[in-house]
């Protein structure tokens, strides 16, 4: 019998953490749950933690610790609970474990997942934040620590598994050309301009495709989410954003393609299910199977493809320059949109008012060379107050 792999989920109560945690219970002979992270929805995490008994819980506070070590005895279970950013950081680097889901959404997973970067874990990255905001810091944590890092994102793991295995050495020594980084479009592909100042939080977290927490779901809406995404893809793979192609193609069958300097294309297809790249990186190299049911090609029937409409996704525009000026500018953009879909999904601002936040943050921004992780943070809470500012003067 092998050993189990011990895993940590960060973010467990999360929509990745769910599906991770899904994945996790078809295949009890391989993995084993070292630690579950949840920040609110702590009936949920007490759920998570009755079906997979993990060491360690980490919640919010100290306050929510006690209460819910005292709900996690009454249950009969001996998980002990941590709590705040430390126990996030200790769960995710303690020596016993072998993997760890990166699932918290925003900055807030910064600096969890690069502990379990730096204790050269194998970290399976959907926290595509934390990656936009350091990206410099953290690829170089990843090669002194020899981290095994895997995307989950699904454009990501796709383009991982269209790249031959030594892509390390840079896109041009294996032959490609170009990544082509597919899009859904979101909710608004085809709503009139002219409707988009009224759309409603809700209305911009019906995705049609994928089944996400809240701020993504706004993000795939506004396609900031792509513009993060194309971020993340020139860190991940060391290309240049003007090697990232962004294509709209409203299916979300094909999750993303390589082009080569042969005209070789390829793609890598599936049904929308998150739990598809999760299982590819929970297992990899090997595969297992994830319960995703087999892609249906024939009630597809069709594939379509068109080019993004800067003037409806301004925020597309936004992340490519920001992509395009380095330093701390995909800091600044990553901490701006934060603050932004927040308000939006408070009712503060306007749908449309997302991007001109945005813009207007990074227009009064200075650019500056991040070379530490307090540098880091200094860009983030500097755009995260220039935001709140801006809301300030907006609501007037
Ligand atoms: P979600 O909102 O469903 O879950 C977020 C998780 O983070 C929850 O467990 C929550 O408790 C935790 N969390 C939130 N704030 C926290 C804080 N301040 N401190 C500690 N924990 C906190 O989000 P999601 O849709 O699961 O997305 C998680 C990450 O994965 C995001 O970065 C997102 O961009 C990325 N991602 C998600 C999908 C998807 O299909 N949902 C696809 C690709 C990438
Ligand atoms: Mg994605």
Not at 134 to 144: E, I
Not at 185 to 190: A, H, L, Y
Request: proline share 5%; glycine share 6%.
């Amino acid at each position: 019998m092998t050993t189990r792999q011990r895993i940590t989920v960060l973010g467990a109560t999360g929509s990745i953490g769910q599906s991770t945690l899904d994945v996790i219970l078809r295949h009890p002979d391989r993995y084993e749950v070292h630690a579950l992270t949840g920040h609110s929805r702590l009936d949920d995490l007490l759920l998570l933690c009755q079906q997979h008994r993990p060491k360690l819980a980490v919640v919010a506070t100290a306050t929510d610790a006690a209460a819910f070590s005292e709900r996690l005895r009454k249950a009969g279970l001996a998980t002990d609970v941590l709590h705040g950013e430390a126990g996030l950081c200790e769960v995710a680097a303690a020596s016993e474990v072998d993997a760890v889901m990166a699932a918290i959404v925003g900055a807030a997973g910064l600096r969890p997942t690069l502990a379990a970067v730096r204790a050269g874990k194998k970290v399976l990255l959907a926290n595509k934040e934390a990656l936009v905001m350091s990206g410099a810091l953290f690829m170089q944590a990843v090669r002194d620590s020899n981290a095994v890092l895997l995307p989950i994102d699904s454009e990501h793991n796709a383009i991982f598994q269209c790249l031959p295995g030594g892509y390390a050495q840079g896109l041009a020594a294996v032959g490609v050309r170009r990544i082509l980084l597919t899009a859904s479009g979101g909710p608004f592909r085809e709503t009139p301009l002219a409707e988009l100042a009224d759309v409603s939080p809700e209305r911009a977290c019906a995705h049609p495709n994928w089944s996400m927490g809240r701020k993504i779901s706004v993000d795939s809406a506004t396609m900031a989410n792509k513009g993060l995404e194309l971020i993340e893809a020139c860190w991940l793979f060391d290309a240049r954003p003007s090697q990232v192609e962004v294509v709209v193609h409203p299916q979300s069958v094909i999750h993303s393609l390589v082009d080569y300097i042969d005209g070789s294309v390829l793609a890598q297809l599936g049904n929308p299910d998150m739990r598809t790249p999760i299982a590819n990186a929970l297992s990899w190299p090997q595969r297992i199977d994830s319960g995703v049911p087999p892609l249906d090609l024939f009630s597809i029937a069709r594939l379509d493809f068109h080019k993004p409409d800067e003037q409806r996704f301004p925020c597309l525009r936004l992340a490519r320059q920001a992509a395009e000026a380095g330093s701390s500018a995909p800091a600044t953009l990553n901490a701006a949109n934060e603050v932004a879909v927040a308000a939006f999904l408070d009712r503060r601002i306007r749908y449309t008012e997302i991007a001109s936040m945005i813009e207007a943050v990074l227009a009064k921004e200075p650019c500056v060379v991040l070379d530490s992780l307090d540098a880091v943070f200094d860009a983030d809470a500097r755009a995260r107050r220039a935001a709140e500012q801006w809301l300030t003067q907006a609501s007037r």
